[in-house]
């Protein structure tokens, strides 16, 4: 008998007849014998709904109102989960964060889980209930619902894997693995069979999002055993060829790219003539980190002059108007020439534990995007990966050539 997390997506609870074979899934698992616990999402597109109708009220709303608002949308599947598995003669119950309870930080909307009391459940297991827990959500020290940050229902999954200590945490979803890229976007995209630990973090990181970030790292730390697998087959668990995230030991034969990912929100912001003077990049990226806006790539040119130089640097597509206004009011101590502010930009990320041992990864991608009379704007490298910030209308065109150029198309 194995204990399994199954966590069942956005598009896999879109509606009862949906829920309804999630029921069967669930079912599958416990008639051979295992013990499940069940985490949702919310119906897809419903989170979205619920803040835009946040966002009608006042674009500046309030963050703990927020969450309180949006972390409904999970409450609806939990019970319909619950009443389908029933109906199934399955002894079930729903499970809101703050019923667990799920404790986290008070950064609303993006709340830390610090804490899992897993004592009732424990119980619940034991006696043979299946629990269908609310993802992407919690409770504070004070008592108000949180939310973990969009896509964090795959937080949620693999946090009660950990606390619970489950054999398997199974992630269903509207793809049947990690391809090598966005199979959306890419027809030739590879499914992969396995994929490190590592090399998930950055497709993650950098956009691809079929696992959330923290998730990975999550798993990362507590070594839970992470599964993508199809909700739409009719085959569950161990059955279902889907992509396993594992320890890089347990890969034998390794590419030196694994995947390519996108990000579309990316912003660029460029500052022309800045003093070329020590101190200067602190000051420019001081007030960003005060107003909480994070910086992800950043060049810095040569001073022709030894005096002034231009500074880019990209920051999320949300963030773009607020870094602009934040630096236009630093202007007296910064003595920039202009900003010139772009979101029509897309950040390509490839990456590979290969990478570390062969050379010539990054030259190879140059050479795939000038061939296609694409112009590359910033660069960034980190040990498993290589970026490239281009025109976000080339997104397709560029990753269609890197697929092939480093021989990722399926045959
Ligand atoms: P869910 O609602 O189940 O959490 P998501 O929409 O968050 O599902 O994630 C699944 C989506 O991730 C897929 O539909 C696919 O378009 C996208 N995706 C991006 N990159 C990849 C990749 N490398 N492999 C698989 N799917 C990817
Ligand atoms: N419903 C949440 C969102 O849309 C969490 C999730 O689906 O993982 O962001
Ligand atoms: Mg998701």
């Excluded at 297991?125 to 008592?143: K, M, T």
């Excluded at 236009?328 to 101590?333: C, K, L, S, V, Y």
Aim: charged letters at 25%; one cysteine or more; glycine letters at 8%.
């Amino acid at each position: 008998m194995a204990r399994i997390v199954q966590k069942f997506g956005g598009t896999s609870v879109a509606d009862i007849d949906r829920i309804i074979r999630v029921s069967h899934k669930v079912k599958a698992e416990l008639d051979r014998g295992h013990q499940v616990a069940v985490v949702v999402s919310a119906m897809s597109g419903a989170t979205n709904k619920l803040i835009d109708l946040c966002s009608s009220i006042s674009p500046l709303f309030d963050s703990r109102e927020y969450d309180t608002v949006v972390a409904t949308g999970e409450q609806v599947t939990a019970g319909l989960t619950a009443m389908a598995l029933q109906n199934l003669g399955i002894n079930a119950r729903s499970w809101l964060g703050w019923q667990i309870p799920i404790h986290t930080d008070d950064v609303h909307a993006k709340a830390r889980i610090m804490s899992i009391d897993t004592d009732e459940l424990e119980h619940r297991l034991a006696a043979g209930e299946v629990p269908v827990i609310s993802g992407f959500q919690g409770i504070s020290d004070r008592g108000r619902i949180t939310t973990l940050g969009r896509g964090a229902g795959d937080l949620s999954a693999v946090a009660m894997a950990a606390a619970l200590k489950a054999d398997r945490c199974d992630i269903y979803t509207d793809v049947d693995g990690v391809y090598t890229t966005d199979p959306r976007i890419v027809s030739k995209a590879r499914k992969l069979t396995k994929i490190t630990y590592e090399e998930m973090l950055e497709l993650a990181s950098q956009g691809a999002k079929v696992l959330q970030t923290r998730s990975v790292e999550l798993a990362m730390n507590h070594r839970v055993r992470i599964q993508v697998l199809s909700s739409f087959s009719d085959k569950v668990g161990s059955d279902l060829p889907g992509t396993l995230v594992v320890d890089e030991g347990e890969i034998v034969e390794q590419e030196v790219v694994t995947g390519i990912a996108y990000s579309r929100d990316e912003a660029k912001v460029t500052l022309l003539q800045v003093a070329d003077s020590p101190g200067v990049a602190a000051a420019i990226f001081g007030p960003l980190t005060d107003a909480a806006i994070n910086v992800d790539m950043i060049v810095q040119n040569v001073a022709p002059d030894g005096k002034s130089t231009d500074m880019t640097f990209t920051v999320s597509k949300a963030d773009l108007n607020r870094a602009v206004s934040v630096l236009e009011g630093a202007r007296d101590q910064l003595s920039y020439n202009r900003i010139i502010a772009d979101s029509n930009v897309v950040k390509l990320s490839v990456i590979g534990v290969g990478m570390r041992s062969h050379a010539g990864v990054a030259q190879r991608m140059f050479k795939a995007l000038a061939e296609k009379g694409i112009n590359i704007q910033v660069i960034s490298t980190s040990e498993i990966k290589v970026s490239v910030l281009i025109a976000e209308d080339y997104t397709e065109l560029a990753l269609r050539a890197l697929h092939t150029v480093y021989g990722l198309d399926a045959p």
